[in-house]
């Protein structure tokens, strides 16, 4: 079946370390983008992409970082300059042209610091 | 700047009672999209509804309701009868045509955390 998967479910960091969550969607869709929810908080965009090798920063870009080399990959690194990572973080696609349709989400990735 | 606003933190009721959930939005486009998705305690988003900008039509699905008001800037969602498999927490969202053609992003709202009793 076509989805979105996010990996790992659930992931931990230590102070100064990077870490790479996952993204990939097999739905042949040009647009993907990363959210993060707070609790008590609504979704807040990180970073998107609407086609390959091109990206922009969302609403609270600083601290992550982004890369889409393939299609169906949209890997965020968390780096260590984001001094409050412990969210829940998910992924979402969309077709091209189609911005009217419902973003499809994945299951997210719960990230907390050791 | 869009913004949607989802003034009801958390909804307690008792189950088989009615229930509205409501959204506010703010937006500058002519042309844009209203969402309604469900994330139940796993913590995936379910898709539930979109309406355009241009369609003021309410719509029925089942036991869901929403009820769009272009006038108020207000898309409110009903569920009749609540059923305990009904708790969950309920975003309102926004895309907007804007200069990306609509691809950047959905604005969302702080989501409202229904509870239903049994």
């Known amino acids: 079946d076509g989805g979105i998967t996010q990996s790992p479910k659930y992931l931990f960091r230590k102070e100064g370390q990077n870490v790479t969550l996952s993204c990939e969607q097999n739905l042949n869709h040009d647009a993907m983008y990363w959210y993060r929810q707070d609790p008590g908080q609504g979704l807040r965009l990180i970073y998107y992409s609407q086609i390959v090798n091109d990206f922009q920063k969302g609403d609270i870009a600083e601290g992550y970082s982004v890369s889409r080399e393939k299609k169906e990959s949209f890997p965020l690194t968390v780096t260590s300059a984001q001094k409050n990572p412990t969210a829940f973080y998910l992924c979402?696609?969309?077709?091209?042209?189609?911005?009217?349709?419902?973003?499809?989400f994945g299951d997210g990735t719960r990230l907390s610091i050791l | 700047a869009q913004k949607v606003t989802q003034a009801q933190t958390e909804i307690s009721v008792v189950e088989k009672e009615d229930v509205t959930l409501d959204c506010v939005y703010e937006?500058?486009?002519?042309?844009?999209?209203l969402f309604w998705y469900k994330q139940p305690p796993s913590g995936e988003l379910v898709f539930l509804i979109r309406?355009?900008?241009?369609?003021?039509q309410n719509e029925i699905s089942g036991r869901y309701s929403w009820n769009f008001q272009k006038s108020t800037s207000s898309f409110n969602f009903t569920i009749t009868a609540s059923q305990v498999v009904d708790s969950a927490v309920y975003f309102c969202a926004l895309s907007e045509a804007g200069s990306g053609g609509g691809a950047d992003g959905l604005t969302f709202g702080k989501g409202t955390h229904l509870i239903i009793q049994p």
């Open positions: 979402a696609s969309m077709g091209q042209g189609s911005w009217h349709q419902p973003q499809h």
């Open positions: 937006t500058r486009d002519t042309t844009y999209y």
């Open positions: 309406r355009n900008s241009f369609d003021e």
